[in-house]
T-cell receptor, first 113, second 114 residues
Framework: DSGVTQTPKHLITATGQRVTLRCSPR?????VYWYQQSLDQGLQFLIQ???????AKGNILERFSAQQFPDLHSELNLSSLELGDSALYFC????????????FGPGTRLLVL | GDSVTQMEGPVTLSEEAFLTINCTYT??????LFWYVQYPGEGLQLLLK?????DKGSNKGFEATYRKETTSFHLEKGSVQVSDSAVYFC?????????????FGKGTKLTVNP
């Protein structure tokens, strides 16, 4: 158990809908990272937040957004969903804004029908 | 750009066989290198890491050495067990000005048969 929690575990929705994925980092960790794992693209970095502020952006679509709240939990919002958004979404956390090990949560499996 | 290339799987071995999973990288600067493992139905777990050239990371019988001259970080284990069956990901960490991201290889699925 990494100490990173993600909810829900599974999510099934329809095209065009909007969903919110939630992540709670390990106790004391200030950075949260989001990754997408799909069969064709592999594991891709989406975005990093540190202590409530966005720090780095990867291959995140404009239809996707994230935020980190004062209690340090983070949410990833996916809107106007398409079939190709079906994937496993991982959250990771680390103690600082860079240079520390990232610990991964169990993931949220999203299926868009 | 920065990237990681690891050997295509799947890899199937018998118990107690020797394991090598190749990993090479392309990066500007001097990244830290990692191997993560994903067991069926679970998230990624850090297996080992190396932060500078010639460092050797090791854990649970697995080893990998950071080779700057060949830009490689191959994973090895002398005697695999059935419980090692999982997907293994090589990754590099890019840190710049208060931001950080991991760049992953595509993963190598290992199956160990009794």
């Amino acid at each position: 158990d990494s100490g990173v929690t993600q909810t829900p575990k599974h999510l099934i929705t329809a095209t065009g809908q909007r969903v919110t994925l939630r992540c709670s980092p390990r106790s004391g960790d200030l950075s949260v990272y989001w990754y997408q794992q799909s069969l064709d693209q592999g594991l891709q970095f989406l975005i990093q937040y540190y202590n409530g502020e966005e720090r780095a952006k990867g291959n995140i679509l404009e239809r996707f957004s994230a935020q980190q709240f004062p209690d340090l939990h983070s949410e990833l919002n996916l809107s106007s969903l398409e079939l190709g958004d079906s994937a496993l979404y991982f959250c990771a956390s680390s103690a600082s804004q860079g240079g520390e090990t990232q610990y991964f949560g169990p993931g949220t499996r999203l299926l868009v029908l | 750009g920065d990237s990681v290339t690891q050997m295509e799987g799947p890899v199937t071995l018998s118990e107690e066989a020797f394991l090598t999973i190749n990993c090479t990288y392309t990066a500007t600067g001097y990244p830290s290198l990692f191997w993560y493992v994903q067991y069926p139905g679970e998230g990624l777990q850090l297996l080992l890491k190396a932060t500078k050239a010639d460092d050797k990371g090791s854990n649970k019988g697995f080893e990998a050495t950071y080779r700057k001259e060949t830009t490689s970080f191959h994973l090895e284990k002398g005697s695999v067990q059935v419980s090692d069956s999982a997907v293994y990901f090589c990754a590099l960490r890019l840190t710049q000005g208060g931001s950080e991201k991991l760049v992953f290889g595509k993963g190598t699925k290992l199956t160990v048969n009794p």
